[in-house]
């Protein structure tokens, strides 16, 4: 009988383990991704294909709307899990499974909702706005990508960048509030922190811009209805963000569940072929909205779960998130023709080429570390705070009650004063109670125990005044009211609509009350939404608007209240007097008669506008000018001068119009903004380079660029200067 020597065995061993040698180019990391894209989808079936546009839940799932896991024996060929555990022991079970049991061993994308955090909680994106400070907003990201990244995600839904104008709708609390170009550079923030440099380094993820596109224009803020969206502003609103974050390089867009035009999101060629594959060259992939697919049997445009992958499928959806139409129809769909393999096989190679350039060939599982070594570090909780100090909005302030005076008693009263899980607000990531500061614990600690008598007061609704006498009997004793009202976290985010955004009754009922003490009242407030304070704001002699802050929340505002750090917010969404005025934002297109028109019962400005946020100290602005530069920018200037007596940030927001033009514009639209700290007594100037092109020029209806000679108006702080562009 013939043996092998073992010097042959091992040589032959290495032979077949090589890759190369094996013709594996798939395999060879040394080979471009297009060719090893093209190597593997050479080699699968149409079967192994088509696993790979699906998508499913895995794990326990957190979301209630997303309940129902369509999959129940989940195949080791599966292309994508959304893994709502944080084990990481099971990820990478799953894992070994696609790696070891599938025929090519192609590894799983595990994907979750990071929004704000993913145990380290920050703010709600609509707060991180508010605090104009993308940079911090970008770093909060990142810390993000490397909790989710250690805990084996590969890839968040985020960020989404739906301009949002209509506070009924819950989900405004996700977005960057009612400006494009906020959302757009905030974007682009969120893109560069999940996803770093390099997508295969560690501690990255990939991003996904979502809901693309329109979802903000929910018609009613109705969840999940339809959108009536003109060409016009469909390119000068809503897609601005979506192109600043496919150019920064997110590696993939979420089709939305609304309808444009008629044609839902997840069905419109137009819109995820034409302009996001085609004309901006957008090399990721699409995936559909959880169920979007098999809801457009609900939208009425296809008759069945089979029509409605193939829709979705020729429109350039490329993965489908839940509904497994794509799994139960999509082989017979090609089997008869109705879908060609060539498109099957572009989706394929978007997919596979993310999974590649993830590097997720090379290290398919995750490096199993102590929780304590990779979440919740001391620098981590040090940017939560950084930016919950920054995004909250200091709405009012009479007679200076703000800051609180060292040796104040404080009556901290109120359903919001001692909770915790509130304060993350919707898509808590895997957030914990207890990792959360509380306010009465943020204060306590910065003021002392004794300094701080809480009460409860009422609770969030509900008609029970019975805690009403104890409460106002602490605010007695005391020599200020802080009183801490607002939304229970499931008030808004996802299927959380609302018709009024008024504190609810009972809430309303106790600062009422307890304005009857004659004590000062400092209203703080947590919320997802713009809310209705008309009849609360002559109450109270302070109004901090504290958002859903995070974990770090109660230090934030303890920080803020006591005067360590000034507050520096401005709103990213305007604050409507009245729920009859929305939408309501402040980059609407000019009126037919600027003096006529108005409401008859109520005034017809906001009560809060955009970009509205007080500090503790003053700031002056001026030496508005502008100078036409060699290259032909134009450099404008403004003198900012801190004349209080803190030190404190300001935020600068330049805003161009355009007051003739072939299109009748918004008769103000924000170009640029910077926040600087400024020392007591001295000043800055803010500088904003114009370049024509990409700040003056607009875009029609059908998103081309135009650029037209003329006057522009230039205005910050309610001053303006204006600049001429000569024909040439
Ligand atoms: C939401 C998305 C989310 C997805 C996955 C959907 O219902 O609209 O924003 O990313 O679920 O959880």
Redesign the pocket.
């Known amino acids: 009988m013939k043996t092998n020597h073992p010097i042959i065995l091992a040589i032959s061993a290495c032979l077949f383990a090589s890759p190369v040698l094996l013709g594996q180019t798939y395999r060879d990391a040394s080979a471009p991704v297009e060719d090893r894209v093209s190597d593997l989808i050479s080699r699968m079936t149409l079967e192994e294909k088509v696993w790979q546009l699906n998508q499913a839940g895995f794990g326990n799932n957190r979301?209630i709307?997303?309940i129902g896991e369509k999959l129940k024996h989940i195949p080791a060929e599966i292309g994508s899990l959304?893994y709502t555990d944080d084990d990481v022991t099971l990820r990478n079970a799953m894992q070994r499974k696609a790696v070891e049991d599938s025929r090519l061993g192609i590894p799983i994308l595990f994907g979750y909702?990071v929004i704000h955090g993913f145990r380290t909680v920050y703010p709600i994106s609509l707060a991180q706005a508010c605090s104009w400070n993308p940079d911090l907003a970008r770093e909060a990201s990142r810390v993000a990508a490397r909790e989710a990244s250690g805990a084996g995600i590969d890839w968040t839904?985020s960020p989404?960048i739906d301009v949002a104008r209509d506070p009924r709708w819950g989900r405004v609390a996700e977005g960057y509030g009612e400006d494009p170009y906020t959302n757009a550079i905030f974007a682009v923030g969120a893109v560069k922190g999940y996803q770093g440099d390099n997508l295969a380094d560690e501690g990255t993820v990939a991003a996904c811009l979502?809901?693309y596109i329109g979802y903000g224009a929910s018609e009613g803020g109705r969840d999940y209805s339809c959108t009536d969206i003109s060409d016009q502003a469909m390119w000068d609103t809503y897609m601005p963000p979506y192109q600043a974050g496919v150019k920064a390089g997110a590696a993939t867009v979420?089709s939305s569940?609304n309808d444009i035009n008629g044609i839902p999101a997840t069905a419109n060629r137009f819109l995820l072929t034409d302009v996001l594959k085609q004309r901006w060259n957008f090399d990721g992939f699409v995936v559909s909205?959880?169920n979007a697919v098999e809801q457009l049997v609900s939208q009425g445009i296809a008759a069945d779960r089979a029509a409605a992958a193939a829709v979705a499928l020729y429109a350039g959806v490329d993965m489908d998130?839940g509904s497994n139409a794509y799994g139960e129809h999509m082989v017979s769909l090609v089997e008869s023709g109705i879908v060609s393999m060539d498109a099957i096989d572009a989706s394929v190679a978007r997919i596979l080429a993310l999974k590649f350039r993830l590097g997720l060939f090379e290290h398919p599982y995750t490096t199993e570390i102590p929780e304590s070594q990779r979440v919740l570090l001391d620098s981590d909780r040090t940017t939560a705070r950084r930016l919950a100090e920054e995004s909250m909005v200091l709405l009012k302030n009479t007679d200076d009650v703000l800051p609180l005076r060292a040796g104040t008693t404080v009556a901290l009263i109120g359903p919001m004063a001692d909770n915790r899980g509130h304060l993350l607000g919707s898509w808590p990531g895997h957030g914990r109670d207890e990792d959360i500061v509380s306010v009465v614990d943020g204060l306590s600690q910065r003021i002392g125990n004794s300094k701080v008598l809480f009460s409860r007061g009422c609770d969030f609704e509900g008609t029970d005044t019975t805690l009403f006498a104890e409460a106002l009997a602490t605010a007695g004793k005391a020599d200020v009211v802080v009183l801490c009202l607002g939304e229970k976290r499931e008030w808004s985010g996802?299927n959380a609509s609302r018709a009024s955004m008024e504190l609810p009754g009972i809430q309303k009922k106790l600062l009422a009350a307890l304005n009857r003490t004659g004590k000062p009242i400092v209203l703080v407030l947590t919320n997802g939404r713009p809310l209705i304070l008309t009849d609360d704001e002559p109450y109270c002699s302070a109004i901090v608007e504290m958002w859903q802050p995070g974990i770090e929340g109660g230090n934030a505002l303890a920080a803020l209240l006591c005067g360590d750090v000034a507050p520096s917010g401005k709103l990213a969404m305007t604050f409507p007097r009245h729920v009859g005025q929305v939408p309501i934002y402040y980059n609407e297109r000019p009126r037919a008669r600027r003096d006529q028109g108005f409401y008859q019962d109520i005034p017809t400005e906001p009560l809060y506008p955009f970009a509205y946020g007080l500090s503790y100290t003053s700031f002056e602005y001026s030496d508005l000018g502008v100078e036409k530069q060699a290259d032909g920018t134009f450099r404008a200037t403004v003198r900012v001068t801190n004349t209080g007596s803190r030190d404190a940030a300001e935020t600068v927001h330049w805003f161009i119009s355009d007051p003739a033009s072939s299109i009748s514009r918004p008769a103000r639209e924000l170009k640029y903004f910077e926040k600087r700290m400024i020392p007591a007594g001295n000043s800055a100037v803010f500088v904003f380079d114009i370049d024509p092109v990409r700040d003056l020029a607009f875009v029609n209806s059908h998103g081309m660029p135009l650029f037209e000679a003329g006057a522009y108006i230039v205005s910050v702080n309610g001053q303006s200067v204006e600049i001429n562009l000569a024909k040439q």
């Open positions: 979301n709307n997303n959304i909702d839904f989404m979502k809901h979420m569940f909205d959880w998130m996802e």
